[in-house]
T-cell receptor, first 114, second 110 residues
Framework: NAGVTQTPKFQVLKTGQSMTLQCAQDMNHEYMSWYRQDPGMGLRLIHYSVGAGITDQGEVPNGYNVSRSTTEDFPLRLLSAAPSQTSVYFC?????????????FGPGTRLTVL | RKEVEQDPGPFNVPEGATVAFNCTYSNSASQSFFWYRQDCRKEPKLLMSVYSSGNEDGRFTAQLNRASQYISLLIRDSKLSDSATYLCVVSGGGADGLTFGKGTHLIIQP
């Protein structure tokens, strides 16, 4: 199993550009989520999904969109990149509810917005 | 906002020593507790869950004190490979039910 995979590993954008961060898992997990990690901050939840076709907002959803058309994939879209979105983005999945189950994280995408 | 507080460190500890650090949480309704380990520029990985009765996994021991609302992690006979950031994670407060601490940075010195 590859686990949770993310692409790209690194990305540099200009302010106003849009892009999609890809996330896929091959563990047949119901729950998937996107976090951002900034220096001196804990991981903060952006969006999450409890199954295909179901998504919900996390703590910091503004400027991001998600969709979940399949169990395996959970892409994160930046609509119009801003310097404040410079961060490391982690995708995670878990078998059932994230509250009680181990979360498996992808390797991360390091995004810089100029 | 529900908080999870950790001493950011760094904790500089000689190899072979015992080190312990705590994490306090503000949500008294929290039900589940975890320690994750994060190596530099890598993703977090589950180290251990924390149970009410406390639990041990090899050199690692986790304790929960509900009355004082803190969890602890004890590492015995520390190894160079234990150098990492340790994230305290508590249920409750976040939109998905999880709140992450900012992490404690541990450096094991030869």
């Amino acid at each position: 199993n590859a686990g949770v995979t993310q692409t790209p590993k690194f990305q540099v954008l200009k302010t106003g550009q849009s892009m999609t961060l890809q996330c896929a898992q091959d563990m047949n997990h119901e729950y998937m989520s996107w976090y951002r990690q900034d220096p001196g901050m804990g991981l903060r939840l952006i969006h999450y999904s409890v199954g295909a076709g179901i998504t919900d907002q996390g703590e910091v959803p503004n400027g991001y969109n998600v969709s979940r058309s399949t169990t395996e994939d959970f892409p994160l879209r930046l609509l119009s990149a801003a310097p404040s979105q410079t961060s490391v983005y982690f995708c995670a999945s878990s078998y059932r509810t994230m509250t009680y189950n181990e979360q498996f994280f992808g390797p991360g995408t390091r995004l810089t917005v100029l | 906002r529900k908080e999870v507080e950790q001493d950011p460190g760094p904790f500089n500890v000689p190899e072979g020593a015992t080190v312990a650090f705590n994490c306090t949480y503000s949500n008294s309704a929290s039900q589940s507790f975890f320690w994750y380990r994060q190596d530099c520029r890598k993703e977090p990985k589950l180290l251990m869950s924390v149970y009410s009765s406390g639990n041990e996994d090899g050199r690692f021991t986790a304790q929960l004190n509900r009355a004082s609302q803190y969890i602890s992690l004890l590492i015995r006979d520390s190894k160079l490979s234990d150098s990492a950031t340790y994230l305290c994670v508590v249920s409750g407060g976040g939109a998905d039910g999880l709140t992450f601490g900012k992490g404690t940075h541990l450096i094991i010195q030869p």
